[in-house]
């Protein structure tokens, strides 16, 4: 039986019970069935160029980083694909299409001696490149979060999208769960399970061992094409921003129903705004010391304040973004912190275009 107004308290208890279950199951399937390790191209397109999102595509990443490190005992040497695919068992993969997709994008040059199967190659300069920008995306905890939230949903769509309860645990042994190369961790996946479920994409199911299902909500966004984070921010007709902000304590003091600027330097400052009024509701929430906490609701009050002015300036925006953004990093993982991180991307991005 599904549950219906759960609070943020017990969802976070709920997320975090699943990912101890998920973590038994992915043990029991992994001794069963040895998990398909992939990237997804469309979470690697800055390393990758293509934006393929099939599932041999996904194994361009992880070949990457494999044609790396067996590159570094023998660097003038071309290395076989082959062994590549045997390792990770994938029986339905051509080790010579493998090779052609990395060479198609740049990444790698074919020995086409006489007699060579096709499969032997070699790392080029944009390939180390490539190679390079896998290992720095593998460390954006923003990037790796929304791929989770992204690819659970498809799976769950793909899945069960007549909105039949799902053990998560699956999704842990398909090629979505791993990021640029590497696995999804349980923290990872209990944020996205409780961010897709606040945000009614997703419900959880009261059985044992815990299920989810994918909602309407969640069928609509998988439908759309894009991400959840599109989905969840996009417009909607009608929709009025409701602006709060924190007295000295924390505590909401008010909203204001319509936020209008009248500026001459074409910065919107809605997001500033709505990022200043979201810390004031969760600044309690984030687990800091009295000092942080209140550091947090002052700088987000000097934000409020630059936002809501007659002719709010770029710099002093981008100042006090950047600089809650920095202190919601310090303050951890929690879905909060990362929400609230999200945000303030968004809106210095609305900066720069």
């Known amino acids: 039986m599904a549950r219906n107004g759960i609070n943020k308290r017990e969802l976070d208890k709920w997320a975090r019970n699943v990912v101890k279950e998920t973590n038994k199951s992915l043990e029991r399937a992994?001794?069963?069935?040895?998990?398909?390790?992939?990237?997804?191209l469309?979470?690697?397109?800055?390393?990758?160029?293509?934006?393929?999102?099939?599932?041999?595509?996904?194994?361009?990443?992880?070949?990457?980083?494999?044609?790396?490190?067996?590159?570094?005992?023998?660097?003038?040497?071309?290395?076989?694909?082959?062994?590549?695919?045997?390792?990770?068992?994938?029986?339905?993969?051509?080790?010579t299409i493998l090779a052609l997709q990395l060479e198609q994008h740049g990444l790698v040059e074919i020995l086409r001696a006489m007699g060579?199967?096709?499969?032997?190659?070699?790392?080029?300069?944009?390939g180390r490149v490539a190679v390079r920008q896998l290992k720095d995306l593998?460390?954006?905890?923003?990037?790796?979060?929304?791929h989770t939230m992204d690819a659970l949903l498809r799976w769950l769509f793909d899945t069960a999208s007549d909105q039949t309860p799902v053990n998560p645990a699956l999704f842990l042994a398909t090629p979505g769960s791993y990021f640029a190369g590497t696995e999804?961790?349980?923290?990872?996946?209990?944020?996205?399970?409780?961010?897709?479920?606040?945000?009614?994409?997703?419900?959880?199911?009261?059985?044992?061992?815990?299920?989810?299902a994918i909602t309407s909500r969640g069928v609509s966004?998988?439908?759309?094409?894009?991400?959840?984070?599109?989905?969840?921010?996009?417009?909607?007709?009608?929709?009025?921003?409701?602006?709060y902000m924190p007295n000295a304590k924390g505590v909401i003091m008010g909203e204001q129903q319509h936020f209008t600027q009248n500026n001459t330097d074409g910065v919107d400052p809605t997001l500033f705004a709505q990022l200043a009024g979201y810390i004031g509701q969760v600044s309690t929430t984030l687990g800091m010391s009295d000092a942080d906490r209140v550091e947090l609701e002052r700088v987000a009050q000097d934000l409020h304040t630059e936002a809501t002015s007659g002719n709010p300036e770029p710099g002093r925006l981008?100042?006090?973004?950047?600089?809650?953004?920095?202190?919601?990093?310090?303050?951890?993982?929690?879905?909060?912190?990362?929400?609230?991180?999200?945000m303030a991307d968004q809106a210095l991005a609305g900066l720069m275009q």
Not at 76 to 89: R, W
Request: net charge negative; glycine share 6%; with cysteine.
């Open 138 to 146: 593998q460390k954006d905890r923003a990037a790796r979060i929304r």
């Open 30 to 40: 992994q001794r069963r069935n040895p998990p398909r390790v992939s990237a997804q």
């Open 221 to 243: 966004c998988a439908l759309s094409g894009g991400s959840v984070q599109d989905h969840i921010n996009q417009p909607r007709p009608g929709t009025t921003y409701n602006n």
């Open 184 to 212: 999804i961790s349980g923290t990872e996946l209990h944020q996205a399970l409780a961010y897709l479920t606040e945000h009614k994409l997703i419900e959880h199911i009261d059985t044992d061992p815990a299920t989810v």
């Open 116 to 126: 060579d199967t096709g499969t032997h190659v070699h790392l080029t300069d944009p």
């Open 42 to 95: 469309d979470a690697t397109a800055g390393a990758v160029p293509g934006g393929e999102t099939t599932e041999s595509s996904g194994y361009l990443a992880r070949l990457l980083l494999w044609l790396d490190s067996s590159a570094k005992q023998n660097p003038s040497a071309y290395i076989n694909v082959a062994p590549f695919v045997e390792e990770l068992q994938l029986e339905e993969e051509d080790p």
């Open 318 to 342: 981008r100042q006090f973004a950047t600089q809650l953004k920095d202190k919601l990093l310090e303050a951890g993982t929690t879905i909060a912190a990362t929400m609230g991180v999200q």
